[in-house]
Structures are given as structure tokens and as C-alpha cells.
């Protein structure tokens, strides 16, 4: 299903763990050498300052080769018209994408993130114009394809959120007459998600998306608070009952329902993100407290903003003061030291290739070393890197 090279990618993460390990000096120079000797690597990945550069020239000139076949049918504008060139520029920026990542090699270069972008830009805009009235539900389920495909085939991170965010807003249009539990179905969804892309992200046949899904876990999460938090199902009670300005729901129903999930899901994540060593619940629980803060402030003015500002952010030094000391000494294996290196296992894998190294030569066989997954995709719109 991913367009690159799975060999190139794996070799790839065999370079980026070594390059760790002797930042780490685990290992040698020569050893380092040897390594990516016996693991080459062909794919182009510049570094950020070319990607972004690469990511608006190649979307300068897609914008113009747009503008230029809109110029040759000027003749004939209507809807039907655009939506033929709309799928006509969608075709051939798919094409050329291809061809940039099986024949040039193209991996995160920025280049080819522009042309995926303006692909299924083009693409969702031709449909739109040439079905008419599509409905929401409709609009819904044609993105959720459309980035899902975009997702699977490019390995993207902002596809997956944009597929998890279709997915999410096709279930609001849809189940927008069950209003008292559509909450709850956002929050169990979000839960599917995060479990769902947790697991697949341990699954060895999807290791090239384990750096993707970890940001995809993050949305779920947040997804999920968004869906039991008090300011977020109000405000969206208060659009479908009545758009006027000012006006506003008297009693929400369950409200002190969403008002505790509002405040105990954030300690929710902090506890089993210490507990399960799980770095993407601390920071998103961290994150989350702010949240709290926010939302009991704006219904409840029990200070002054600054006040509250100021009172929200001495709980989040504290949180972090209380985990980083609690963590100071490792315990059960996690520590608040940062993680560049995976630890004593990959050491081990990486002095084992270097071994192997010195007993044959040639090409790599098939076997994969897995060093724990390294995270250094990126560039262009989805900003990994």
C-alpha cells in the first residue's frame, strides 16, 4: 500500500538509530560507517530549510499550471467545466507525484507533499462541483476516503488527522437527532481510535506508520476530552437550537455529567500516562489542564483572567515539577531524562549488525532490525521531520 520503497525505509531506520547510538558513543565511527555501508540509503529527504522551500516552488507552479488550463476554457466556464479540470489537475498531479517517489526517490522532500496536498485539493473540489448539492453526510464520507487513501499510500500526519477529523464530522451530520448521546459517541469513537492506532502502531506491519499514529493518538485523545468537555457540547447544543448571537442554553441536559468529565479526564491521562510510561497521555493530559481552567473560568468568573491565567499556569509548573520529581530517579524503566537513545537493547542490535558486518559483505538480506521506531519523517505541509 505505502508508495516508497519499504527496504529503503527500513534500512533508513537502521542509519537514523545508529547515528543515535554513536551521538550516544554506543558505537564507533568506523562502526557508524560500517553501518551505513551495509545499509544504504537512496532516498532524497533534504533537510527543513529545502523542504519548505521545495514545498511552495513545487505549489507555485502547480497554482500556475492550474491557472493555465482555467485560461484555455475560459470560453466554456460553468461549474461542470471547472470540475472536469479540477479532475483533470488532480490525475496529473497524481502522476507526477508517483513518478517523483518510484523514480526520483522523493521521501518528505517537501515537493512531494505539495503535489499530495494539491492532488487531493483538486480531487475533493472536481467532485464537489460535478455532484451538485452534496450532502454533509456525503462531503463527510468523500474526505474520509480521500485522505484515509492519502494516509495509507504517503504515510502523511496531517492526512490522518484530516481522516480522523472527516470521520468524527460525518458521525455529527449523521446522528445530529441523537443529541443526548452524540457526546458519548464522540467519546467512544475517539477511544476506538486511540486503541485501535495504538495497537497498529505495535504491529510490525505497519512500523512505517508508528511515527504517524503516534500523532494520531494524540487527536483521539484530544477528540475524546473535546467530546465530554462542558464548553464544547454547550456552544454546539446553542448553534443547533439557536444561531442568534448572545443567546444562550439555559440548562444543559446532563450537564454536571460533561462538567466532571471536563475536569477528571486530563488527570485520567496523566495517571495512566505515569503509570503505563506512556509519554503522548502526559503531554496531552498537560495540555488538557489548561483546558480545565479555560472552561471553568468562562462560566464561572471566580477571578479575574489574569488571576485565572496565572493560577492555571502555576498548576501546570507544579504538575510537571511533581512528575519530573517523582521520575528524577527511573522507576520501572521510565525516567524524565530525555529519550534520544531507545536504551541498552538497540546498543545490543546495533553492535550485532556491526558484528555481522565484519563475517560478509554484499548486499543486506531481509532480515529488519527494529531499534524501537526512529521519528524522522517529515516536511512540507505535514511538518515531521
Known amino acids: ?26 558505537i564507533t565511527q568506523e562502526e557508524l560507517a560500517a553501518i551505513k555501508a551495509a545499509y544504504p540509503v537512496a532516498l532524497y529527504t533534504p533537510n527543513i530549510y529545502l523542504r519548505i522551500g521545495l514545498f511552495i516552488l513545487t505549489l507555485i507552479i502547480g497554482i500556475f499550471s492550474y491557472g493555465f488550463l482555467c485560461l484555455i476554457m475560459l470560453g466554456g466556464a460553468s461549474e461542470d467545466v471547472f470540475g472536469g479540470i479540477n479532475i483533470f489537475f488532480a490525475v496529473g498531479s497524481f502522476i507526477v507525484l508517483e513518478l517523483l517517489v518510484k523514480e526520483k526517490k522523493h521521501y518528505k522532500s517537501g515537493a512531494d507533499a505539495a503535489l499530495m496536498w494539491m492532488c487531493g485539493s483538486a480531487l475533493i473540489g472536481g467532485i464537489l462541483l460535478l455532484g451538485g448539492s452534496m450532502s454533509p453526510v456525503g462531503t463527510g464520507v468523500f474526505v474520509l476516503i480521500t485522505a484515509s487513501w492519502f494516509f495509507l499510500r504517503f504515510a502523511d500526519q496531517v492526512m490522518g488527522w484530516v481522516a480522523q477529523l472527516a470521520l468524527l464530522y460525518t458521525l455529527v451530520q449523521a446522528l445530529q437527532s441523537l443529541l443526548l448521546m452524540l457526546p458519548f459517541v464522540i467519546i467512544g469513537v475517539s477511544f ?16 512505517h506508520y508508528k511515527s504517524v499514529m503516534k500523532g494520531m493518538q494524540a487527536l483521539a485523545l484530544l477528540t475524546l476530552y473535546a467530546g465530554g468537555n462542558y464548553f464544547v457540547v454547550r456552544s454546539f447544543y446553542e448553534s443547533l437550537y439557536n444561531g442568534e448571537p448572545g443567546w444562550h442554553v439555559v440548562i444543559l441536559p446532563m450537564g454536571w455529567i460533561f462538567w466532571i468529565l471536563t475536569v477528571v ?10 503509570k503505563n510510561k506512556n509519554q503522548i497521555l502526559i503531554r496531552v493530559g498537560m495540555i488538557l489542564v489548561a483546558a480545565i481552567v479555560f472552561t471553568v473560568r468562562y462560566y464561572h468568573s471566580v477571578a479575574p483572567l489574569e488571576v485565572a ?12 515539577y ?54 524522522a519523517s517529515g516536511g512540507g505541509a505535514s511538518g515531521e521531520y
Open 192 to 207: 476506538g481510535m486511540y486503541w485501535l492506532f495504538k495497537k497498529l502502531a505495535q504491529d510490525d506491519a505497519f512500523r
Open 309 to 320: 491565567m496565572t493560577l492555571g499556569g502555576l498548576i501546570m509548573i507544579l504538575l510537571a
Open 322 to 375: 511533581g512528575i519530573i520529581k517523582y521520575l528524577k530517579e527511573p522507576k520501572h524503566g521510565f525516567t524524565s531524562e530525555e529519550d534520544d537513545e531507545k536504551g541498552t537493547l538497540e546498543a545490543l542490535q546495533i553492535e550485532s549488525i556491526v558484528i555481522s558486518q565484519s563475517f560478509k559483505t554484499g548486499a543486506p538480506g531481509k532480515d529488519r532490525f527494529d531499534f524501537g521506531g526512529g521519528s
Open 1 to 26: 500500500m505505502i508508495a516508497y520503497n519499504k527496504q529503503q525505509l527500513d534500512n533508513r531506520e537502521i542509519v537514523l538509530e545508529a547515528e543515535k547510538a554513536f551521538r550516544k558513543q554506543l
Open 265 to 274: 479526564i486530563p488527570f485520567v491521562y496523566l495517571f495512566f500516562g505515569i
